[in-house]
């Protein structure tokens, strides 16, 4: 008897760990820059600015978002809700670009976060049911992500980071501060 995990059409897998770097990591830079107090991240807001920079279109579409978490990442820096645990699992809210249905994977001190980030990728290669793959993954192991998102097959597969993103045929790459950015209410008259 095949065991299958059911998923909808859209998933964004994201290392929390990862997540964290980035937004300490501009939230320092763009305060000295800007000399100004940047605001707490609303994760509604940045899943949304993830999508519109995945093409997603206005519609009735269901996306499930999986972070992945250890110990280390089991809060969000500078964001609101912040606990994966307490606030960002089994959550889900509405926007013009679909339901978003939150679930927080833990490692729970059995494995660590770029093993489960890479076994939870490849169920989610394996699944026909997807047809859209948002990723954020750490640089650590990029090494294990490239190759999977190559065969990413009839997926569409977007991969989301810090670097300038080298080009693929096979998959797009987008760069992940700009979603943050404008999640922390960075304007762009103020980058002039």
Known sequence: MENKIKLPENVMLIDAAYLNFAIQDLRGYFESVLKRELQQIDVAELISYLALDSNYAEGESTTQVMFVYDDQSEHLVHCLPSSLKEELDGVAFNSPWGEFVFASVPTADMTTRADLFIDLL???????????????????????????????????????????????????????????MQAMGIRGDELQ
Do not use: N, W
């Open 122 to 180: 490849q169920i989610v290669l394996d699944s026909s049911d997807v047809k859209r793959l948002v990723v954020v993954s750490h640089e650590e192991y990029a090494d294990q992500v490239t190759p999977l998102l190559q065969t990413s097959g009839t997926k569409e597969a977007i991969q989301f980071t810090m670097q300038e993103p080298a080009q693929s045929d096979d998959y797009r790459c987008e760069l992940l501060p700009f979603p943050i």
